[in-house]
């Protein structure tokens, strides 16, 4: 139990206030820091980025726009058409440019492919990423297979595929890794799943986490985008914030069947980037970008890593397995989610994601997700310190009952 004053349980009430305006998402660090200016916030780590390419875009934003007359030109002028920009991420992604679909943002891939193919039933796994049941259409029957608590939410291939066979749906939706279990599906098991459901019109990866999850120690990325060009049926969806942090530039990408990407094209999605974001998948595409992003990479998935392991070594929390650049944590010693996460951001200005909302999930769930080094840090000691204190004051108050 954690014990909250009457002065933090004024400030939780008005952080419920803006979680019930914010929907589906958590408010962001600015709404929080605007209508609660009394609240120091120290580490968003409810925030899913890795800030050090944050810190690689910025730079070089900053070198090649902000310091040169190219940033007028970005503003002030229209940018390219879709099909234009995905012709930037061709070759890249070693796909043609007419199975590429460009996004302000994942989100609204994810709602322009729910919208116009998803015409009868989709299945979903939960917990995951709510848009994927919330976007469908009016008469769309959603399907829900919950993981397994017990199994560590990891997905069942022959079970999984058991069900898609019974229900026949025309979508299905895999988060790879799964938001906000981090769960992971390594390539084989993906490949074979698409061989067994080669019927279902519409399968749909999403890969918005895949460049923190790996195989081996190489940490070679393992994307399905390939098989793409073997399977017809198959959707990657791909957001560009949570690799970047460039959640405010609004840049996503999926690659998909030709036919697909002409009909999104075709009714309303043809110029729908802003000039900001074509400056960042011009930049993704550079050889000498990608050199100094992978070494960013890297460095933030061992740093993530270890943060996963102080956090899973403090008592009254059990750590779910994750190959995302963030985990899922259970509250075991009675606290709730609402007040842990309250008094994290009130007292130590610690910000993470409350998951009572999360719909697949039965108890106290918080998502931490890994920051710097330094903030990392952070993060752990203000855990550390908030289960402290109140495991003392709950040893105090039966002290005081007996």
Not at 158 to 169: A, C, N, T
Not at 238 to 248: C, Q
């Amino acid at each position: 139990m954690i014990i909250l004053t009457n002065e933090e349980k004024a400030i939780v009430n008005a952080i419920k206030q803006l979680s019930d305006e914010a929907g589906s998402h958590s408010p962001s660090i600015f709404t929080i820091a605007e209508e609660l200016p009394q609240l120091e916030i120290k580490v968003d780590a409810c925030f899913l980025s890795n800030p050090y390419a944050t810190d690689l875009v910025l730079d070089n934003f900053t070198k090649e726009l902000i310091h040169t007359d190219k940033f007028r030109k970005v503003i002030e002028f229209y940018p390219s058409q879709n099909q234009v920009i995905a012709n930037v991420l061709s070759n890249h992604l070693n796909v043609p440019a007419k199975n590429i679909f460009i996004g302000n943002g994942a989100t609204e891939i994810i709602q322009a492919v729910l919208q116009n193919f998803t015409t009868r039933k989709i299945i979903v796994n939960i917990p995951t990423f709510s848009p994927y049941y919330e976007f469908v259409k009016s008469g769309v029957e959603v399907v829900f297979e919950e993981l397994n608590q017990d199994d560590n939410l990891r997905i069942n291939i022959e079970k999984y595929i058991q069900l898609v066979e019974k229900e026949k749906p025309d979508t299905i939706v895999l988060i790879n890794p799964n938001n906000p279990s981090g769960g992971y599906i390594n390539l084989a098991d993906i490949k074979y799943l698409l061989n067994q459901l080669w019927w279902v019109e519409n399968i749909i990866i999403d890969e918005s986490f895949i460049h923190f999850a790996h195989e081996d120690e190489t940490y070679a990325i393992k994307s399905a985008t390939m098989m793409t060009k073997e399977f017809k049926n198959l959707i990657i969806v791909k957001s560009m914030t949570k690799d970047f942090g460039i959640a405010g530039i609004r840049a996503g990408y999926a690659v998909m069947d030709k036919e697909k990407v002409n009909y999104l094209l075709r009714y309303g999605h043809l110029w729908n980037v802003s000039g900001l974001a074509e400056y960042f998948f011009r930049l993704y595409v550079q050889d000498e970008f990608q050199k100094k992003y992978e070494k960013v990479r890297i460095r933030y998935i061992q740093e993530a890593k270890h943060l996963f392991s102080e956090i899973a070594a403090i008592a009254g929390l059990k750590v779910y397995p994750s190959m995302a650049n963030f985990i899922l944590v259970e509250l075991t010693n009675g606290a709730t989610s609402s007040d842990f996460v309250s008094k994290l951001l009130i007292k130590y200005g610690v910000y993470i994601r409350d998951c009572s909302d999360k719909i697949g999930l039965d108890g106290e769930f918080v998502r931490i997700a890994s920051r710097t080094q330094a903030e990392n840090e952070i993060i752990v000691s203000s855990v550390k310190d908030v289960l402290l204190n109140e495991n003392i004051r709950e040893n105090l108050r039966m002290l005081a009952v007996a």
